[in-house]
């Protein structure tokens, strides 16, 4: 079951579980790529933002020739910057360049906000005179999601899709889109279960994919003070119970309310873990439970970044 996979609305499959390498660093990704194709995983997201789509693609390339994988067997997911929304096929080509590849199986609009274009490739968040991020208003979603489908068209991508949409705009895409957004990737965990948006996407027709699906970890807690629910005494007791650990418990939970998981890690331990969440199933009674520990909690806020609040 650990190749287990979902049906797009684009008739494609997608693996419920992928490697995230949002802050992976460049220099160790190469290897951890390698380690991580040794061990069967196939769904590797990424984004132009990342900065690191170079080093995958280099680590993927390799991974091919030494015959560990075939290209059609990966799925590879990175994603438009906001900074690119008016230039979307010329930054299509240019992640597809980075990632030596000639298609994506999943392209997605990183942000639902356009900013000033800084250039292909800088995925620059420019700010203006107050320093805050300068957001462009000439260019509305709808224009950026036709342009999206014309890569389509063009088999620059198998399939596309959205990301950090809420209801309102996700209704919106599925209002003007002639190819419907077949993902969208938005931050869900058990601190943040956001069960109303995951519902109105599976409703649709739209997956959902769970970035930050451990509530970022350590990573988050020093960017952004969060509070992670790896530490939580009632996902612990219920790790305890399944001989699992919290993080084990809370991919599943993951997987089993019919979300996609793309977990990061660098060390080899945790990407066996990540990936042996498929040999045991909550029973309804812990699913419960872990519904009743949501605390709303948003764990990835571009605030301190932009300042500005996207969320308000």
């Known amino acids: 079951m650990a190749d287990a996979a979902i049906k797009l609305n684009s008739g494609h499959s997608m693996p419920v579980l992928g490697l995230g390498v949002w802050r992976a660093d460049p220099g160790v990704l190469h290897n951890v790529v390698l380690q991580a194709l040794k061990l069967g995983y196939r769904h590797f997201d990424c984004a132009a933002d990342y900065k690191n789509e170079k080093e995958l693609g280099v680590a993927l390339a390799e991974g091919i020739g030494q ?21 979307v096929m010329e930054a299509c080509k240019d992640s597809l360049k980075n990632l030596q590849i000639d298609y994506l199986d999943l392209y997605l609009i990183h942000f639902p ?12 968040s420019a700010k203006d005179v107050d320093g805050v991020l300068d957001i462009d208003v000439t260019i509305s979603l709808e224009t950026t999601w036709h342009a999206m489908e014309e890569l389509v068209s063009a088999g620059l991508t198998k399939s596309i899709g959205i990301s950090n949409y809420d209801i309102f705009l996700t209704r919106d895409c599925l209002a003007y889109a002639k190819i419907k957004p077949a993902v969208n990737q938005i931050e869900t965990h058990p601190y943040f279960q956001r069960e ?34 790896l530490e939580d005494p009632i996902l612990q007791g219920i790790a305890r119970k399944y001989n699992k650990t919290p993080a084990q418990i809370a991919l599943r939970w993951g997987v089993q309310r019919n979300t996609i998981v793309i977990p990061k890690s660098d060390k080899l331990e945790r990407l066996k873990q990540n990936r042996d969440i498929f040999d045991f199933k909550l029973d309804d009674e812990d699913m419960k439970t872990i519904k009743s520990i949501d605390k709303r909690l948003r764990t990835n806020d571009p605030t301190r970044f932009w300042n500005i609040n996207l969320f308000a």
């Open 67 to 87: 015959g560990l994988v075939k290209r059609e067997e990966l799925f590879i997911t990175t994603k438009l910057w906001n900074s690119d929304h008016g230039h």
């Open 113 to 124: 906000i356009a900013t000033r274009h800084t250039g292909i490739g800088t995925t620059e």
């Open 196 to 229: 109303s948006l995951v519902q109105f996407c599976l409703k649709h027709g739209i997956a959902v994919t769970a970035h930050t699906p451990l509530g970022g970890g350590a990573a988050n807690i020093e960017w952004f003070g969060a509070v992670s629910c």
